[in-house]
């Protein structure tokens, strides 16, 4: 676990350098909202997405510029929906990664701007020819993303998880949300590279299953750090769910665990077909069972 520690830290080193490089801070009136966006962006988290933009693009021989172009591009759109989860009129956070959350540290208008902006850079480095020669798979990869950070994914969740804090979901109406509000940005995370070398059917289907079981693992293990994690380690406000509808809260926290396991299990199943080149994908998994922020 120590070596993915260190891979997930360095991957976190190429995404941080490449942030600094396209959010460049000019010298003018424009520069706060950057500033922000940096703030945001830059130095914390786990870059969990882009690892695994990184780490399946290796598998898939991507070439590591493309794969930089895509990650960063991840990040950025996962960055700008916890600027807008933390808002005021969303879960009214103050704390994220450890530090203030970003209307705290600025203001709650610059954080709308800064999100917002993190969202239209991250299409417009997709778009760039020099991250991606190819223009089809630059539309392909483009449009992929738009459905993964929209009403058919990310903001869809995001729409359910509201619903959820004043009607009660069903399992199968959590287990959807989760998918779409989690689990749509993990699954783009594995499945772009394979878009992007033009892979066969059965290497999506395998990544797609990987994908579709890690996001809910995610989303678990996330749900049950906010009912037992310590608010010192996890870097984020805790104890904030319980009005919501989550699988603790329709199943009890043992059956709970008893899912992640499932999860976990049908996750490792699925990286068969890669063989020896899977082991970073399934060192993953136990990162993600095992996280404690």
């Known amino acids: 676990m120590s070596t993915l520690i260190h891979k997930l830290n360095e991957t976190r080193r190429i995404i941080d ?23 945001s962006a ?8 882009p690892f695994l933009v990184l780490t399946v693009g290796k598998i898939l021989n991507l070439p590591i510029s493309q794969a930089i172009a895509i990650g960063t591009a991840l990040e950025m759109v ?3 929906s916890l600027i807008q989860d933390d808002l005021p009129a ?24 800064a999100g917002d902006a993190l969202l239209t850079k991250a299409f417009e480095i997709l778009s760039r020819p020099e991250s991606l020669p190819d223009p089809t798979i630059r ?23 509201l619903i959820g804090e004043k009607t009660p979901l069903n399992k199968s109406q959590i287990e959807q949300m989760q998918s779409l509000k989690t689990g749509a940005l993990l699954k783009y995370a594995c499945l772009a590279p394979a878009y992007a070398t033009h892979s066969s059917e059965d290497v999506l289907k395998a990544l797609s299953q990987y994908a579709d079981s890690i996001g809910l693992l995610f989303q678990i293990t996330d749900d049950l750090l906010d009912v037992e994690g310590s608010p010192e380690i996890v870097g984020k406000t805790l104890h904030k769910d319980g009005c919501k509808s989550t699988f603790i ?10 899912l992640a396991s499932q999860l976990a299990k049908e996750a490792k199943e699925s990286l068969s077909l890669f063989k ?8 993953i998994i136990q990162f993600i069972l095992s996280r404690k922020k």
């Open 90 to 113: 969303m879960d009214n956070d103050t704390l994220r990664r450890g530090k203030p959350t970003t209307h705290i540290q600025f203001d709650e208008a610059t954080a709308i701007l």
């Open 249 to 258: 809260s329709t199943l009890g926290i043992q059956k709970t665990k008893a």
């Open 78 to 80: 996962h960055v700008y």
């Open 139 to 161: 539309c392909k990869l483009i449009f992929e993303l738009s459905v993964a950070a929209g009403t058919q994914g990310m903001i869809g969740g995001q729409m359910m998880d």
């Open 276 to 283: 020896d080149q899977a082991h970073d994908l399934e060192e």
């Open 17 to 39: 350098q490449e942030i600094d490089r396209v959010l460049f801070l000019p010298n003018d009136l424009t520069s706060r909202v950057i500033e922000a966006m940096r703030y």
């Open 42 to 49: 830059i130095g914390s988290g786990k870059a969990l997405r």
